[in-house]
């Protein structure tokens, strides 16, 4: 009976020693994980003409499509914490302001490049326009949410097809009627140089 109360003892210590190792083993890093290794992507927005307070609170930091997201601070700069090594698409999302968007790539050794995105260009033979980090962006000017309504000029009067259709014969006819002034007079013989008011000469001979 005491060996086998012995051998229930030894068993529970053995399986509270491997639920302990368990508890206390380090994860694995991830796949963009060097050595457990994570950075931060930095940078600035400038807005030119507006305070910082006015838009900074309704603007975002999202890196590669939201996978990971930051915030501006009141002096336009932010920081996006725990970012492992890879390529990213940094973009600031503001209801109110277009920016355009810069990749930026981390190395396995922790060392940043930032540059030009090329959403048209994607090969490797594109040119690699490279941009100072940390990321200094700046806006290209206000979201435009509606069309601009068009106004009204003479030139849409006057390419009516309706105006056109009225103003071109009469064009027509005063072409017409300077051309055929500057041609004599077709008529009777003798008429152009007698006169209505001469008789003709076979009215003469007659009587």
Known sequence: MQHLKRILDVYIVLQSAFVLSCCFTESEPGPGAVNGDRLKIEGRVVVSGVKAQDWVSSARVLVEGGEYIGFLRTNESFAVHDVPSGSYVVEIISPSYK?????????????????????????????????????????????????????????????????????????????????????????????????????????????
């Open 99 to 207: 920016l355009k968007p810069a990749r930026v790539d981390i190395t396995s050794k922790g060392k940043m490049r930032a540059r030009l995105v090329n959403y048209i260009k994607t090969s490797v033979v594109s040119k690699v326009i490279r941009q100072p980090y940390p990321l200094h962006m700046r806006a290209s000017g206000p979201h435009s949410y509606f069309m601009k309504r068009e106004t009204w000029e003479w030139t849409d009067l006057l390419m009516n097809p309706m105006v056109m259709m009225m103003v071109l014969p009469l064009l027509i006819i005063v072409l017409e009627r300077e051309i055929l002034q500057g041609q004599e007079p077709l008529g009777y013989p003798g008429v152009g140089v007698l006169g209505l008011g001469h008789p003709l000469e076979w009215d003469v001979v007659s009587h």
